[in-house]
């Protein structure tokens, strides 16, 4: 028994090394050749064309991939989606390349980003106190004060929702689970895909028009309220 142990490790060990380089030729490739290097550099330190990767993990490469932000450098949060190019398996390799020369947030796990059980309610609330003011009741997007736009969150998926609150895209603020936790992302990942499901969410579809607009409403309605609180009180006076 305890002769075997070390071979044991050694075989595993070995086998791990290669697994590593390997993998790492492959992503060598799709990286530098798939244009990455071209504005993050060789080594992915950054160039005056793209920020350094290093350290911003696993998760912020899926999901600016899986979502077709990159590679490119006019993403438009505004526009639709652009096309991805890449297969799962070659975004995790990117993914894996980056989390080996710097760490960072990982992709989360199917478990963590499951609605399964999650608290939906839960979701909802914490998504009107964190999400609301930028993406819309219903998570129908709008347009920012400062001439950014928060897109819809139509086309996303559950690990796309999580690792945008792991990484904070661009004007979005970051997410950690020390201020939102695992269990309450998941709680809003199940908001998020619930209300985008049901045909009209709020019974209103002014959540697919923008915050402007319902602040427009609100106040008009302000306004048709006071009004008819005006006649009804006049047609009182008349009566007595
Ligand atoms: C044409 C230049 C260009 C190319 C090519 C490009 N990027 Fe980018 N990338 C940028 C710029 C500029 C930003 C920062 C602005 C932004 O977020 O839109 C960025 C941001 C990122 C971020 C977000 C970093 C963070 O702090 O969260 C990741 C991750 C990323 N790029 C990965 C990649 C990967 C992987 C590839 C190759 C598949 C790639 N990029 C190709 C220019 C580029
Ligand atoms: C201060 C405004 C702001 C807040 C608050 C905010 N976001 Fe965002 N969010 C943005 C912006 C801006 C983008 C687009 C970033 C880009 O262009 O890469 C974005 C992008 C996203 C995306 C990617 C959508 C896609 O498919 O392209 C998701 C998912 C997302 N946000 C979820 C959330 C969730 C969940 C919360 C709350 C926990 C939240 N956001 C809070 C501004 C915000």
């Not at 075997?4 to 590593?20: D, F, S």
């Not at 990286?31 to 950054?46: I, L, V």
């Not at 894996?96 to 909802?124: E, H, K």
């Not at 009741?137 to 998926?157: C, E, N, R, V």
Request: net charge positive.
């Amino acid at each position: 028994m305890s002769g075997k142990k070390p071979r044991r490790r050694r075989r595993q060990r070995a086998a791990g090394y290669a697994v590593l380089a390997s993998g790492l030729l492959v992503i060598g490739v799709a990286y530098a050749a798939d244009t990455c290097s071209s504005c993050h550099g060789m080594n992915a330190q950054g160039t005056s064309a793209g920020p350094s990767l290093v350290g911003v993990g696993a998760a912020a490469v899926d999901f600016q991939m899986s979502t077709g932000r990159m590679p490119g450098k006019d993403f438009d949060a505004e526009m639709p989606r652009k096309p991805v190019t890449f297969t799962t398996k070659q975004i995790h390799q990117v993914a894996d390349y980056i989390s080996f020369l710097g760490g960072g947030p990982a992709i989360p796990s199917p478990a963590m980003v499951s609605s399964a059980g999650a608290d939906i309610a839960l979701g909802q609330q914490l998504f009107i106190t964190n999400c609301a003011q930028c993406h819309n009741f219903a998570g129908a997007g709008g347009a920012l004060t400062y001439g950014k736009y928060a897109p819809a969150l139509t086309h996303s998926t559950p690990t796309e929702i999580y690792e945008a609150m792991l990484t904070g895209p661009e004007a979005m603020p970051v997410f950690s689970d020390t201020t939102v936790t695992p269990a309450q992302k998941r709680a809003i990942i199940a908001y998020v895909t619930k209300v985008r499901s049901e045909p009209n969410p709020g019974g209103f579809s002014l959540g697919r028009i923008g915050p402007v607009t319902e602040g427009l409403v609100a106040f008009l309605g302000g306004i048709a309220a006071l009004v008819f609180a005006a006649i009804w009180i006049t047609m009182k006076r008349r009566e007595t």
